[in-house]
């Protein structure tokens, strides 16, 4: 069969045709924002105009002492996110992956599942009321059967930090599942076959095979983790306002740039936070692969 070269031409140029909807987006939807957030950043811009500042947006947020107030706030929640989450949703992956019975283990997936198909804002409104500071809060009023006092968990600022965290974790918990369950999935049997024959213990085959055999999937996780937690924005929003209240122990980097953003109207100094964020992240991430990376 003889093909022509016209006929090639045409076929390349119908899938050139097919990718350009998709190439047209990125650029208009990713690309483009990307450039214009910088060239924003290096001017005092108020949305409509700005005048050219250089670098004295980025200078301005290296010696802002709220910028690293709001820094410290998201790595402190960040570690306690990822130090709680992820070894939690880990567990009950492991868990649901033991369960013989499809159609029970399809029944905790979905169980496990359900809040994660709920909006950050409903689930921050069901903890607000859920952990309200006084003992009619459904929290310090379970707590005040076994007579403890009731707690501030949203008012007081050294438990604000750990019950956003608490519901964060509770919100994105079914994602988390489902990715390691993916995981898990993925490893060979026979694996476990070979390490029952040397006598292997179930505690000793999920230390020495599962958890090694997850290694791919736990630098996604801490990844994704990482950049969700300087991401953290909705749930901090709804609880503690633009002020990150109480005490600002909530306010994190995204709740900086929204406040030069969309409360003083200074886009310059937010786009160069977002900037800085950008870069804070890409080291965390590079830092994870480096950590990760298979040295064997």
Partial sequence: MIINKNMLVNKHTVGYLFLLPLILGVVTFSLY??????????????GVRGVWAG????????SDKTFW??????????????????????????????ITARRLSVLFKAIYFLPNVTSTVAASIVFLLLLY??????ANTFLSWFGVAPLGWLADPRYAQFSVILMDTWHGLGYSVLIWLAGLQGISRDLYEAASVDGAKRLQQWFYITIPSMKPVIFFMVVMGTINAFKRFGEVFVIGGPDG???????????????YGFYTYEFGKAAAASYVIFIIILIFTLFNFKAFQNKD
């Fill in 33 to 46: 924002p990307i450039g214009e957030a910088f060239r924003i950043s290096l001017y005092h811009h108020n």
């Fill in 55 to 62: 670098f004295s947006n980025y200078e301005f947020i290296w």
């Fill in 69 to 98: 107030r709001a820094l410290k706030n998201t790595i402190i929640m960040g570690v306690m996110g990822l130090g709680i989450g992820l070894p939690a949703s880990f567990i009950i992956a492991s868990m649901i992956n033991g």
């Fill in 133 to 138: 500071p006084t003992e009619k809060g459904i």
């Fill in 245 to 259: 209240n109480p005490g600002g122990s909530l306010f994190t980097l995204m709740l900086y740039v929204y406040r």
